[in-house]
Nanobody, 123 residues
């Protein structure tokens, strides 16, 4: 089992920045690829970013490329999502998730999920 706890969400004005953190505990963190997903009110949960176990490979959904950066610190069992130039469309609950082996953009591929952290971007 892997337990994931997100933090760092909040209310920010458009153009501002936030850094989300996800603390992992349980099994060896470096065995897992990690992902960030988000779910806006009335919408399905969607992929945001993913990072390989080593941090050497990352991928992003098109709408956040150039604005968001995913990173990880295996020594601290942490994964981060730096979000810059935030837009009202980024408003959602953000979830981190873990899966074994390779990165993936598909929700169904992830085995473990956190409880989510709310990000609200005002215009």
């Amino acid at each position: 089992q892997v337990q994931l706890v997100e933090s760092g969400g909040g209310l920010v004005q458009a153009g501002g920045s936030l850094r989300l953190s996800c603390a992992a505990s349980g099994r060896t963190f470096s065995n897992y690829a990690m992902g960030w997903f988000r779910q806006a009110p009335g919408k399905e949960r969607e992929f945001v970013a993913t990072i390989s176990w080593s941090g050497g490979s990352t991928a992003y959904t098109d709408s956040v490329k150039g604005r968001f950066t995913i990173s990880r610190d295996n020594a601290k069992s942490m994964v981060y999502l730096q979000m810059n130039s935030l837009e009202p469309a980024d408003t959602a609950v953000y979830y981190c998730a873990a899966k074994t082996f390779t990165t993936s953009r598909a929700l169904r591929d992830y085995d473990y999920w956190g409880q989510g952290t709310q990000v609200t971007v005002s215009s």
